[in-house]
């Protein structure tokens, strides 16, 4: 074999071929590591990254949000019309209160759907707005109405009206407490999803959070549909509040898209819950005003 002074003896093909192979696997798997290496320490990364992604950063309301809001969700529930603080919709259980439509039940009525208005009485003890000493007390026995036809008989009785007075006072504390139901329903709505979209969820929140109108959206929403965490909030195991419509957005990349993908996902999970409902044709009726409300998040 020829040799050059000052360098090793070059390698027949033969040799250079078996030398490879020989040594191939080795370098091959130091390769491989090397790129899993990286990978996991990109992973690592972008986790740790989209982790420091807190919605609640940009949770607030200053006064004139809040006078904002209110006046969307007076328009929105009541139709802009004072006696509808109290309402009672037909073919429901339950009455519906305040400009957030927020339910009472009757004692001895099955919850099907999440009962809020004793937690926001129970809210306005803390608060510069005390509830009238006889609801307080009511609150013990339920709604003191049992059905829709007796309610609207006591229209104008004393407690119907001292109720309606109530709320209509208490219109910026009913603001505060849905927005502090959106904000204690994040944590628990993206810790009900598996870590990788758990993950996705949460860089959802996070665009949204960050414009007003995405804020409003997802007030409006929680009040409007739920959480989505309630077990019993479901049809053949479909849920239709915040968190579902929260895990079929895609992801976006900015608030506006987040937004209009939000407008989208909802649309999609409140049809679904349509097709899913024991009865469609009596939820279906309530659907293009549904569809109405959740356009006008784009306004």
């Known amino acids: 074999m020829a040799t ?69 969700f007076f328009i929105n529930e009541c139709g802009g019309h004072l006696e ?4 009672w919709n037909a073919g429901e259980r339950f009455i519906s209160l305040g400009i957030l439509h927020m339910i009472w039940y009757p004692s001895g009525v099955p919850h099907t759907f999440q009962e809020s208005f004793p937690d926001f009485v129970r809210f306005c003890q803390t608060r510069s707005q005390p509830p009238p000493a006889w609801l307080v007390k009511q609150l013990v026995a339920g709604c003191p109405w049992r059905q829709r036809q007796g309610f609207y008989q006591a229209f104008e009785s004393e407690k119907a009206i001292s109720l ?33 979209r758990r993950l996705r969820s949460k860089t959802k929140l996070f665009f949204l959070a960050r414009s007003r109108r995405g804020l409003f ?25 915040l968190r579902q419509v929260i895990e079929t957005m895609r992801t976006p990349f900015n ?13 999609s999970v409140l049809e679904r819950r349509i097709s899913h409902a024991p009865n469609p044709a009596l939820e279906g009726k309530w659907l293009p005003g549904w569809k109405k409300r959740i356009k006008s998040y784009r306004d």
């Open 255 to 267: 608030s506006r898209q987040a937004l209009d993908d939000f407008v989208v996902a909802a649309e």
């Open 84 to 87: 509808r603080l109290t309402h």
């Open 217 to 241: 959206a997802m007030i409006d929403y929680v009040n409007f549909k739920g959480e989505g965490l309630n077990p019993k909030e479901r049809y053949n195991g479909f849920g239709w509040g």
């Open 164 to 196: 309606r007075r109530f709320l209509r006072k208490s219109i910026s504390l009913q603001v505060q407490f849905a927005f502090q139901r959106l904000a204690t329903s994040l944590d628990p709505i993206t810790a009900a999803s598996s870590l990788p």
């Open 4 to 72: 050059f002074k000052g360098r090793r003896p070059l390698k027949s093909h033969a040799d250079r071929s078996s030398g490879y192979r020989a040594g191939g696997r080795p370098m091959l798997r130091k390769l491989m590591v090397g790129l899993l290496l990286g990978a996991a320490g990109l992973l690592v990364v972008g986790l740790m990254g989209v982790a420091w992604i807190d919605p609640a950063v940009f949770l607030h309301l200053d006064p004139n949000d809040i006078d904002a809001v209110a006046q969307r």
